[in-house]
């Protein structure tokens, strides 16, 4: 099982670049959410989707865009990169009944941004 | 917006040694569920909790959700440094949405 996979692993943009980070899932799962984890901040949901041509923002969206064209996949943009998108990354899916089976998680992507 | 508080933030203890984790907020959650992460590497679930005053246990680790569902705590038995790692606590609420604790650093030596 892959699970849900996530790439590029390391990542290093000039400020004003664009890009976007890739996470699939192959277990079906309705629910799929991006966070950028900080050092003592903890994970912050960036955007989140229940299903395929379903998305809606979550704590922390300024700045990105994502889009759910198929079950599988769920894109993260960043448009214009900033420093203060330097973070890591982490795309994370679950069923339906996620508040009771919890979430998987990718391995993240570390990202900095110059 | 929902708010998770973890203590302690940092923890260093030797091997056998018990420990507790607390998570607690002013939110009423539908379900709490606690990760561990290593370095590299992304959260992974260890338990979800949903019902007020539900006990679970992991082997060495105790989990227990408030009565109110809004505080869960983490305990460890004995210790190893096998359970070295990040601790995380999250609250589910509309549409599954999580709300992560800030962790708790465990650092478990011989």
């Known amino acids: 099982n892959a699970g849900v996979t996530q790439t590029p692993k390391f990542q290093v943009l000039k400020t004003g670049q664009s890009m976007t980070l890739q996470c699939a899932q192959d277990?079906?799962?309705?629910?799929m959410s991006w966070y950028r984890q900080d050092p003592g901040m903890g994970l912050r949901l960036i955007h989140y989707s229940v299903g395929a041509g379903i998305t809606d923002q979550g704590e922390v969206p300024n700045g990105y865009n994502v889009s759910r064209s198929t079950t599988e996949d769920f894109p993260l943009r960043l448009l214009s990169a900033a420093p203060s998108q330097t973070s890591v990354y982490f795309c994370?899916?679950?069923?339906?009944?996620?508040?009771?089976?919890?979430?998987?998680f990718g391995s993240g992507t570390r990202l900095t941004v110059v | 917006t929902q708010l998770l508080e973890q203590s302690p933030q940092f923890l260093s203890i030797q091997e056998g040694e018990n420990l507790t984790v607390y998570c607690n907020s002013s939110?009423?959650?539908?379900?709490l569920q606690w990760y561990r992460q290593e370095p590299g590497e992304g959260p992974v679930l260890l338990v979800t909790?949903?019902?007020?005053?539900e006990v679970k246990k992991l082997k060495r680790l105790t989990f227990q959700f408030g009565d109110a569902r809004k505080d869960s705590s983490l305990h460890i038995t004995a210790a190893q440094p096998g359970d070295t790692g990040l601790y995380l606590c999250a609250g589910a609420g509309t549409a599954s949405k999580l709300t992560f604790g800030t962790g708790t650093r465990l650092q478990v030596t011989l």
């Open positions: 277990m079906n799962h309705e629910y």
């Open positions: 909790v949903v019902t007020g005053g």
């Open positions: 939110s009423v959650f539908s379900s």
């Open positions: 994370a899916s679950s069923t339906r009944g996620g508040a009771n089976y919890g979430y998987t």
